[in-house]
């Protein structure tokens, strides 16, 4: 309940924020993936992990890696606003945002990483763990697969997003 809880919270405020329903559409699912992807690796690891650990670890990582994918995203809306064609909007947004992202995403992991190393509490170390590779992930897949997703979805979120319907069907230009 929380997660969904949370789920649903996330993508009315981006969908706020970026005036669509697509675009929280395809930044939640990213970060969705990436959750699934860290939870699934404990579970493929035979990892012991406390009966909490995939609702708290869900909202967190989703609270606190959906700031990357809003940057990036933001930037490719300024960018495809600015007349790019959606492949230069999507690596100018990669470009001008990974620095930022991988060292919010390696300080996270950095700050979880050393209290999972040095706690003696069981809990805490798991969770903190669990964190470190999520933000890892995370950031992964916001730098591999967000933009990707915004490239193919680039119509779709062009129809659906309020200012960006003049896009729809300008003829991309191949250089």
Not at 16 to 36: D, R
Not at 52 to 70: F, H, K, M, N, R
Not at 143 to 168: E, F, K, S, W, Y
Request: overall charge positive; proline content about 3%.
């Amino acid at each position: 309940l929380f997660r969904s809880l949370s789920i649903i919270c996330i993508f009315i405020i981006v969908a706020w924020a970026f005036k669509s329903i697509t675009v929280p559409a395809v930044l939640v699912a990213t970060i969705e993936l990436a959750i699934f992807l860290n939870q699934g690796f404990s579970y493929f690891s035979g990892a012991s992990t406390p009966f909490i650990a995939p609702t708290i670890i869900s909202c967190v990582q989703l609270g606190a890696t959906v700031d990357y994918a809003i940057l990036m995203t933001t930037r490719y809306k300024a960018e495809r606003l600015n007349g790019e064609d959606k492949k230069k909007a999507v690596m100018t947004a990669l470009r001008t945002s990974a620095p930022s992202i991988i060292v919010s995403g390696m300080g996270l992991f950095a700050a979880t990483f050393g209290v999972a190393l040095y706690s003696n509490i069981d809990i805490v170390g798991s969770m903190c763990m669990l964190m470190a590779r999520g933000a890892i992930i995370s950031v992964l897949l916001v730098l591999l697969v967000l933009p990707a997703l915004l490239i193919l979805c680039d119509g779709i979120v062009c129809r659906t997003t309020r200012g960006m319907t003049h896009l729809i069907g300008k003829q991309e230009v191949v250089k």
